[in-house]
Antibody, heavy 118, light 109 residues
């Protein structure tokens, strides 16, 4: 059974870099059927897609966040990662990793809360 | 960028009643629409994809319809576990991007 698990610091200082990793188990991240994605949900707000990546390294970004975000994949560890620079309080959110099948997100991790505060 | 508008924001119903949720796109998205259910403390769960196809393991009381700009999620008879927030989502054509609606909360009346 597919499982996705987000890990990373729960507290990041303003202007610093947020780094999260998603570990995939129960399936290979290198399967050609899927992309892998990061999504977030700030407190009291809606869902926002951040970025997607294919195992080969092809990436797609939310244009509003593109200048600050990098998504990467490590097939040897069955993991993919998110890096977001110059964070502010507006980046405080629950961050989810998910599997993208076609146009949809069919499996999600439990999410991890990242708070941006000094 | 395509904007998805969900209505109503909140739907107050009793168990056993029918729930009808709406999602309207700012321009035509053909049938490339999904619905997700989110309960407190849990990640979103895919319910419906391609506007009308139920995802694996989703009960038959959930159904989706629509195409173009107007879409509907119907829960034929609400059960206790169905009270949650529901989001619609579409994928932009190129470059691929994903946008979500603002959500509809289905609460117990």
């Amino acid at each position: 059974q597919l499982q996705l698990h987000e890990s990373g610091p729960g507290l990041v200082k303003p202007s610093e870099t947020l780094s999260l990793t998603c570990t995939v188990s129960g399936d290979s991240i290198s399967r050609s059927d899927y992309y892998w994605a990061w999504i977030r949900q700030p407190p009291g707000k809606g869902l926002e897609w951040i970025a997607s990546i294919y195992y080969s390294g092809s990436t797609y970004y939310n244009q509003a966040l593109k200048s600050r975000v990098t998504i990467s994949v490590d097939t040897s560890k069955n993991q993919f990662s998110l890096r977001m620079t110059s964070v502010t309080a507006a980046d405080t959110a629950v961050y989810y990793c998910a599997r993208r099948r076609g146009a949809y997100l069919d499996s999600w991790g439990q999410g991890t809360l990242v708070t941006v505060s000094s | 960028e395509i904007v998805l508008t969900q209505s109503p924001a909140t739907l107050s119903l009793s168990p056993g009643e029918r729930a009808t949720l709406s999602c309207r796109a700012s321009e035509s998205i053909s049938s490339y629409l999904a619905w997700y259910q989110r309960k407190p403390g849990q990640p979103p769960r895919l319910l419906i994809y391609d506007a009308s196809n139920r995802a694996t393991g989703i009960p038959a009381r959930f159904s989706g319809s629509g195409s173009g700009t107007d879409f509907t999620l119907t829960i034929s008879s609400l059960e206790a576990e169905d009270f949650a927030v529901y989001y619609c989502q579409q994928r932009g054509r190129w470059p691929p991007s994903f946008t979500f609606g603002g959500g509809t909360k289905v609460e117990i009346k």
